[in-house]
């Protein structure tokens, strides 16, 4: 029967949230500079920003890997999210801005005076949360009505979310919707009150981001074990088969697409005060085709895999954009085509392999009789239609 | 004036054309309820376009299609809506969740709540696995409950099918050629078990198999060219000059 | 582009002949064609006189002088009146006291000195040995002008222009005059009259003409005037013919006529809108439908989706760029670092002129052939799994875009258009570009060649065996590991034809593919996968709506989000596209 956590698995989870949570912050904070345990600012900051993309990872995973549907523009739900902390923030500068005036300074660049109508009630921080949340999740919801009820899938189905991301990013490259422009948001200063360009303020930002991620982890696990998750993994499998009985696939398929861009934007949320910064490049398909590029190598169909493959590949970017920086799309793509190729379940896929290896090595030969298939991963959960 | 008799499944002046191509030209299929019927036909004739518009898959030009009584018009009804009213279908190539477990394979088409909510709340209640264990027993699987249904045999995974329609309590069972791909001895077992089912389901067999037909039937419909073109015991049926002109191309000898 | 080609093609000429002998009357030709300027009229001694005289000259005089140029159609005289205000005149005193006025010649020496050419003689101005004297521009003295004179001098132009051999010029300066509503040009206007055998030109006479009656005294003329200038249609009096309806001044059938006037204007206006979006839309959709046919082979016919598309089309731009090159002076890449040097055989003239020629099957085999390598090294192994041959296929197209990047580098690289591509023929105000015709041709016979090759040849039905069913064909002996390969070869040559063809057109950069790629699966997928005529629909559609809607709301980047979500909401109303293929619909 299908354990939704077992006690391994809690107990790993335990203790490296432990590790990320409470280990972590505090060698940043307690140490001395010099000592070896000391984890500067600097790493602090990436940590953060990384364990935001794995959860991102973890969205993609989570419509890809378990339900079948490769969405193509999960960046631009994280960007929503994104965008409107960075409203709050913008708001939050106050007037410390260049031109020393209550409203931002990009809208003062382009001759506004006083703050227009829908920017007003950004300066409350539960609804900026309240707007992270609806924003992406309306959109996700309105495209997955649409696309789901008229049985839009597999590979149109990713073709659609690529040309509305493209759409949506071409929008946001303009002046007149007054969301920053080609140039976005920029330049915070403040946000509850804290200052983001001091340590502890971004140390509290990572700690908030590796709980969310191990909440995000947690809750998943629980989901995919419920009937719902099964239901999932049926609509990736067979979908025809599940219409056939009885469940009405597109109900559950918007159920997890609302919820993957709910969660992808609340994580594109604590992002931005740690990157400082959010424009239209953030949703660009690119960026989605990482985020799948993280799940991919990690591991498509598990929920460690996308949280390996995102700080892994992410990881190799910060050292390849230094060290060579003119391949680094060359290595991307090519590590993208390989894992397509030669690794369809990721890294995950290749140390179950191992291990298992290892397992019928130390076994010794296998009994007569006994069934293979717990052994081998000859199952390949080719999620793929 | 005799009362109309009840048909679980009557369809009536039924017609579809796909792209000019007549797959169903007026045709007029009456079945009782708890009967095992056995449809059969050369390639072509329109036996699974006759399942698809059952089951909503393709909607008919012009016709009806009433399911129980008193009759609902299928024609009008969603897939899933059609479901819910208890027909289940079988299809030619094994298609069950090849990632699940047996037991999660019938769990997941027992009869109960489809909603999105319901199937975060729920868990399985006693009375479900003992349904399961029950249908296991039925189809021969019990050994198998844990199983990957990926690793199924062929012919097991065809009964794991059955089964999942029998867990949703499926009046119409519509089976479409059960014993493809089976050994003579899963054929036997699969023609078994259909028997088992009669009466307590209505059951439609599409075959091509004449010894499994010999084996199930007692009554046969014979299709060609989207209409029926006779009814009636397997040995009627058989030597019926038409039918075998069509089958064989040529005209019987006298 | 037509600038750009004129003087790259003039100096590199310019250069070479300087430095051996040019293909001699073929140049001449050429030279005369590409230059605007006149045929070489009659510089005879009196004119010249009358220039050195008017150069000479001061005031009132000067500019009867300048004025009387008007109908010497000399080429001299309007050199120097374009190059007086500018200040290219010059006076040099040889130390005798006279005042020759002399130009400089473009050609300088080592030191940077030109020679004079004197204006009276035409010959070099000498010194005292008999050798031409080389000045610095900035040592000499310019004849200088004044407000009145430049306008003279303007006025007096524009005059000439009235015998230019180029229709365009003519009109144009016509319009000027005309607009002016000076009565002097009047009888000018109206002697050119029969002498003008270009009907475009004549309606701007006849335009011209009834714009200066506007200022008649008489008030019928004026009338008729007005009158006349609803019936030609005229645009450009639009804005007078509306001043004069707002002035208050104005009688009460001068506004009733001007009322009436402006109203047959304006829907001559909107009818030549109308046309002129059309055709623009049919060259837009064209250019959608040539970049996309491609795909709807591979992803259509064949069910692969291919990422990596945009880069087959880019492709074939940078073939277009190298051959151009080639033909040229050669070209210098860096591919990872290395340097390389693609020599040029430094073609002049009208075979230079014939590049593109070249290019357009070269872009189709350079594309062809990476097709192929795609193929066979990634596709073959991804027929069964579409969503892993996208993700695939888009680490492809991260490879190709990034090494565009290094090879060519990242700044987006010109190709020239050839001349017979430049330029354009107007139709009743309807501009139709030489280049947006070449395009809409191109694609009718990309479309005819790909369905005659589809359904009249042998490999057309072997190609359609394996797209229906992949396995049966097999089984009959039809090599489909070899059909699949040409095939894609075929649509990604296709696509390669596109980016020649897009070279011409707008920039040709690393992210060339990026900006069409979305664009063509949606023209692929709104025409119905697995129908090539739908494809070609879907791509006049979406070109004719995508030009209307840049029209109506101003701005192109608006109208593509709206073409992007109503595509959205049909694949919603209609999955299959415009023509569904039974079974290949979205929700297969």
Redesign the interface.
Same mark, same amino acid.
Do not use: C, E, W
């Given at each position: 029967?299908?354990k939704t956590f077992s006690k391994r698995e809690l107990l790993a989870a335990f203790l490296l949230g432990l590790l990320a949570i409470v280990v972590v912050p505090s060698l940043n904070a307690y140490t001395p500079e010099a000592s070896f345990f000391h984890i500067s600012d600097f790493a602090i900051n990436l940590w953060g920003k990384y364990l935001c993309y794995a959860v991102l990872a973890i969205t993609v995973d989570l419509l890809w890997g378990y339900t079948g549907l490769?969405s193509l523009g999960q960046s631009l739900y994280f960007s929503l999210g994104g965008y409107m902390m960075g409203m709050y923030l913008m708001r939050m500068i106050g007037s410390l801005g260049q031109y020393h005036m209550p409203i931002p300074d990009f809208l003062v660049f382009l001759g506004w005076t006083s703050l227009p109508a829908f920017w007003k009630p950004f300066n409350s921080f539960p609804f900026a949360l309240m707007m992270v949340i609806l924003l992406p999740g309306a959109l996700a919801f309105v495209?997955g009505f649409?696309?789901f009820?008229? $049985?839009? $899938?597999?590979?149109?189905?990713?073709?659609?979310t690529?040309?509305?991301t493209?759409?949506a990013w071409?929008?946001f490259?303009?002046n007149n919707i007054l969301m920053g422009g080609n140039n976005g948001f920029t330049d915070f200063k403040f946000m509850l009150g804290h200052d983001l360009r001091t340590g502890p303020t971004q140390r509290g930002l990572y700690t908030a981001s590796a709980i969310f991620l191990l909440l995000v982890y947690l809750g998943c696990k629980w989901?995919t074990g419920?009937?719902?998750g099964?239901?999932q993994?049926?609509i990736?499998?067979?979908e025809?088969?599940?219409?056939?009985?009885?469940?009405?696939a597109a109900?559950?398929k918007l159920?997890i697409f609302v919820l993957a861009s709910v969660i992808a934007g609340l994580a594109g949320a604590l992002y931005v005060p740690q990157v400082g910064i959010i424009n239209p490049g953030q949703m660009a398909t690119g960026k989605s085709?990482e985020a799948?590029v993280w799940v991919?190598v990690g591991g498509r169909g598990t929920l460690v895999g996308p949280i390996i493959g995102a700080i892994f590949v992410n990881a190799l970017e910060s050292w390849a954009t230094r060290a060579y920086p003119?391949?680094w799309?060359?290595m991307?793509?090519?590590?993208?085509?390989l894992v397509?190729?030669f690794l369809?379940r990721g890294l995950v896929g290749l140390a179950e392999h191992a291990l298992a290896l290892f397992k019928r090595a130390r076994r010794g030969p296998a009994a007569p009789g006994e069934?293979a298939?717990d052994t081998s991963p000859a199952?390949n959960?080719?999620?793929?239609? | 004036m005799s009362p109309r008799k009840e048909f679980i499944l009557a369809a009536e002046d039924v017609c579809k054309t796909f792209d000019g191509f007549k797959a169903i030209s007026n045709l007029n299929f009456y079945m009782d309820e708890g009967e095992l019927r056995t449809v059969i036909g050369p390639n072509g004739a329109g036996k699974t376009t006759f399942l698809d518009l059952i089951t909503g898959r393709t909607k008919p030009d012009t016709g009806s299609i009433l399911f129980g009584a008193p009759g609902v018009d299928l024609i009008r009804k969603s897939e899933y809506e059609i479901y819910r009213l208890g027909i289940g279908r079988k299809f030619q190539t094994p298609t069950v969740y090849t990632d699940h477990t047996v037991f999660e394979n019938l769990l997941l088409s027992l009869e109960g709540s489809r909603g999105v909510f319901n199937a975060l709340s729920s868990r399985v209640t006693p009375a479900q696995r003992d349904r399961i264990h029950e249908i296991l027993k039925t189809i021969g699987l019990s050994a198998r409950v844990g199983a990957k249904a990926g690793s199924l045999a062929h012919g097991q995974k065809q009964w794991l099918e059955i089964g999942m329609l029998l867990a949703q309590n499926a009046r119409l069972l519509l089976v479409d050629e059960p014993a493809a791909g089976m050994t003579d001895e899963e054929t036997v077992k699969t023609g078994e078990l259909l028997l088992s089912l009669a009466g307590r389901h209505s059951i439609i067999v599409i075959e091509h198999d004449m010894v499994f037909v010999r084996q199930i039937a007692t009554r046969v419909t014979v299709l060609h060219q989207g209409t029926i073109l006779c009814e009636g015991t397997v040995d009627e049926v058989q030597g019926n000059e038409r039918v075998i002109e069509v089958y064989l191309g040529r005209k019987a000898k006298h | 582009m037509v600038p750009g080609t004129r003087i790259r093609s003039m100096s590199t000429l310019h250069s070479r002949s300087r430095r051996r002998a040019a293909p001699g009357p073929l140049l001449a030709l050429l030279l005369a064609a590409l230059s605007l300027l006149p045929a070489f009229a009659a510089d005879t001694p009196a004119t010249r006189q009358i220039l050195v005289k008017a150069l000479q000259a001061e005031g009132d005089e000067q500019i009867t002088l300048v004025k009387s140029l008007a109908d010497s159609n000399s080429d001299l005289v309007r050199k120097v009146l374009v190059a007086w205000p500018r200040d290219e005149v010059f006076i040099i005193d040889p130390g005798d006291g006279s005042k020759i006025p002399v130009m400089l010649e473009d050609l300088q020496d080592a030191d940077g000195k030109s020679n004079a050419i004197r204006i009276d003689t035409g010959g070099y101005l000498k010194d005292a040995s008999g050798k031409p004297e080389a000045f610095f521009a900035n040592d000499l003295t310019s004849v200088d002008t004044d407000m009145r004179l430049r306008k003279a001098i303007k006025d007096t132009l524009d005059l000439m222009t009235l015998n230019d051999p180029n229709p365009e010029a003519r009109g144009s300066a016509i319009m000027k005059l005309g607009m002016s509503q000076n009565p002097a040009f009047l009888a000018l206007l109206q002697a050119r009259i029969p002498q003008e055998t270009n009907t475009r030109v004549q309606k701007a006479l006849k335009e011209a003409i009834d714009t200066i009656q506007l200022k008649a005294p008489n008030p019928a003329t004026q009338i008729a005037a007005i009158q006349e200038l609803g019936n030609l249609g005229s645009i450009g009096s639009r804005d007078v013919l509306k001043s004069i309806a707002d002035d208050k001044q104005s009688t009460p059938e001068e506004i009733k006529a001007t009322r009436k006037s402006l109203a047959q204007i304006d829907s001559y206006i909107s009818r030549v809108n109308f046309f002129g979006t059309l055709f623009r839309g049919l060259s837009l959709g064209s250019i959608l439908l040539v970049v996309a046919l491609g795909l709807a082979i591979t992803f259509g016919l064949m069910g692969v989706i291919n990422m990596a598309h945009g880069e087959l089309i880019a492709v074939g731009a940078y073939t277009c760029y190298v051959v151009e090159n080639f033909f040229g002076p050669g070209l210098w890449l860096s591919p990872f670092g290395l340097r390389l040097h693609i020599p040029g055989i430094n073609a002049g003239g009208w075979f230079y002129q014939t590049y593109f020629l070249f290019a357009i099957p070269a872009a189709f085999i350079m594309s062809a052939l990476v097709g192929i390598i795609l193929e066979v090294c990634v596709i073959r192994f991804l027929y069964r799994r579409p969503l892993d041959s996208l993700l695939a296929t888009w680490g492809v197209s991260l490879i190709l875009q990034q090494s565009f990047h290094l090879v060519f580098g990242a700044a987006n690289v010109q190709v020239n258009s050839p001349v017979w591509l430049s330029g354009n023929f107007t139709v009743a105000d309807v501009i139709l570009g030489y280049n947006r015709l070449f395009v809409i041709a191109f694609a009718a016979l990309i479309v005819l060649a790909t369905w005659l090759l589809l359904t009249r040849t042998p490999l057309g039905l072997l190609i359609r065996a394996v797209m229906q069913n992949r396995n049966m064909a097999a089984c009959m002996g039809v090599p489909t590991e070899r059909v699949n390969m040409l095939t894609f070869a075929f649509g990604s040559g296709l696509a390669g034809l596109a980016g020649a063809f897009l070279s011409q057109i707008g920039n040709v950069g690393p992210s060339l593919g990026q900006t069409y790629i979305v664009d063509c699966f949606m023209t692929v997928v709104v025409g119905g996968v697995g129908n090539l005529f739908g494809t070609v629909y879907s791509a006049l559609g979406i070109g004719a709506i995508d030009e209307t809607l840049q029209q109506l709301f101003g701005s192109p980047v608006v109208g593509k989000i709206t073409i992007l979500v109503l595509i959205i909401l049909f694949l919603q109303w209609r999955p299959s596209g415009l023509f569904a293929t039974k079974g290949r619909g979205l929700e297969s």
């Open positions: 029967m299908y490769l495209f649409l696309a009820r008229s $049985r839009i $899938r597999g590979v149109y189905f990713s073709i659609l690529q040309a509305l493209y759409a071409l929008l490259f303009r989901l419920t009937k719902l099964k239901v993994r049926a990736r499998d067979s025809n088969r599940v219409l056939f009985s009885g469940y009405a109900n559950y159920f085709l799948i991919a003119d391949y799309p060359i991307l793509g090519g590590m993208l085509l397509v190729l369809p069934v298939s199952v959960h080719a999620p793929a239609k | - | -």
